[in-house]
């Protein structure tokens, strides 16, 4: 009776190490902190888009995130050696070795890398052009009654350097309806979009200190980030210690390969549970929380400075000097700052690397996938005898639920709250 209970034991153990079937799921975790597809987070504003009585828009306000782009050339490096691993996991398979369905090994083998990834280094993809597309899409048509017409005189579109960003607000353009609408050059100072790429002190003493990933490295020598790394060799069959170097290109393959626009997740995600998704996503956080946002102080700083442009363009609007609309493009680090600046998402417990907290508030993957964005408009307000202001914030195309009544700020609270960001300075630089 006894042998019968361990053999019950041992193939019900069995029986679990290969259940995790990614194939056969229907509810995968998609979050990939800032390489999260626009799909897998936005909502859409021309459902979610606020109407009040007695209001409607006069200006409209953005800073948008550049859409899905291929990996820079280090990344796409290790990313091209870590392919050769799909032919030692299907040999694994074969010898009984690893623990993922055969379905899931079959759909990595046969799966083919696209050339373009390591051909068009650090460029936009083509779902991150259709991100920029639907995005400049869906805004003329919530705003119909406001941007269907527009003079030059009466919009601002201006990107931050880079070939990928650049492209994209081509995508955004055609969304729009109108190619031929002016795109400013990038401005050789950053000013409003990028103002910490032209700050020495950033660049060196916390983008590239090695400091500002204390954390991060921490998490990595955590006993949820070892099992994470134990969990992915024991289902590939690998036997041989995964580095940090082969746990990013991993899930790099996974992320980068995936499509929102066709909702499809790639084969590579399936060397990989929830909780290894999850944390991942986390170590993405933590590089996020101190290089951009409340894990050094300067980054609040940096953030006010799009939030200044931001208060002027309204008060422009509100005597008559207005641009219908103003959007500017950017990087995921700008997001990161401007949400710190505002005081949104941020934690009783600053984040760090000894505890992961499920409910944190601060997660890329909302906060920064591609093609992020935080769009605000003015409304003008009549009841017949007086006039008044609101301001209502979009984050993703949802309500800023966080800021203000639901996204829904009264004119003077909108002044308070951005008042103090005019004039910022970075002399510190």
């Not at 289902?235 to 393959?253: C, F, H, P, S």
């Not at 409304?379 to 203000?404: A, H, K, Q």
Request: hydrophobic share 35%; proline share 3%.
């Amino acid at each position: 009776m006894k042998s019968i209970a361990i053999l019950y034991i041992v193939l019900t153990v069995i029986k679990l190490s290969i259940s995790h079937c990614y194939w056969s799921e229907n509810c995968h975790y998609k979050y990939f902190s800032s390489k999260t597809p626009y799909q897998f987070v936005r909502g859409d504003i021309r459902d979610s888009v606020v109407k009040i009585k007695g209001c409607k828009e006069i200006s409209v306000w953005g800073l948008v995130r550049h859409g899905k782009r291929n990996p820079g050339i280090s990344f796409a490096q290790n990313i091209l050696d870590a392919i050769t691993l799909k032919y030692a996991i299907k040999l694994n398979h074969e010898n009984g070795k690893g623990s993922m369905c055969a379905q899931d090994v079959e759909n990595l083998y046969n799966w083919e890398a696209d050339p373009n990834i390591f051909k068009n280094i650090h460029q936009i993809t083509e779902e991150g052009y259709q991100e920029m597309f639907g995005l400049g899409y869906r805004i003329r048509k919530a705003f119909k009654n406001l941007l269907t017409s527009l003079d030059d005189k009466h919009y601002k579109l201006r990107s931050a350097y880079g070939d990928w960003i650049e492209n994209g607000v081509k995508g955004f353009v055609e969304g729009f309806g109108n190619t031929s609408m002016i795109i400013e050059k990038p401005n050789a100072s950053y000013d409003i979009i990028a103002p910490y790429e032209a700050c020495g002190f950033y660049v060196k003493e916390v983008r590239n200190n090695i400091e500002t990933f204390a954390e991060a490295y921490k998490y990595q020598n955590t006993s949820e980030y070892l099992a994470a790394k134990n969990r992915i060799q024991q289902r590939t069959g690998i036997n041989y210690t995964l580095t940090k170097e082969n746990m990013t290109a991993l899930y790099d393959l996974c992320r980068y390969t995936s499509s929102g626009l066709n909702n499809i997740l790639s084969p590579w995600c399936a060397i990989f549970t929830k909780e290894d998704i999850q944390v991942l996503e986390y170590e993405s956080d933590l590089r996020h929380f101190y290089r951009n946002g409340y894990g050094n102080h300067i980054n609040e700083i940096f953030g006010r400075i799009p939030l200044a442009d931001l208060l002027e363009s309204f008060k422009a609007a509100k005597i008559g000097e207005r641009k219908k609309l103003t959007v500017y493009f950017t990087h995921a680090t700008m997001m990161d700052m401007v949400y710190s600046a505002l005081g949104l998402f941020k934690d009783d417990i600053p984040l760090n690397g000894t505890f992961r907290n499920p409910e944190r508030k601060w997660k890329s993957s909302k906060l920064a996938p591609f093609a992020a964005n935080l769009i605000a408009t003015l409304n003008r307000c009549s009841n017949g005898e007086s006039t008044d202001y609101n301001v209502v914030f979009y984050m993703n195309e949802e309500p800023l639920e966080s800021i203000c009544n639901k996204g829904v700020c009264s004119w003077e609270d909108f002044e308070i709250r951005l008042n103090p960001f005019i004039n910022t300075t970075t002399n510190f630089c």
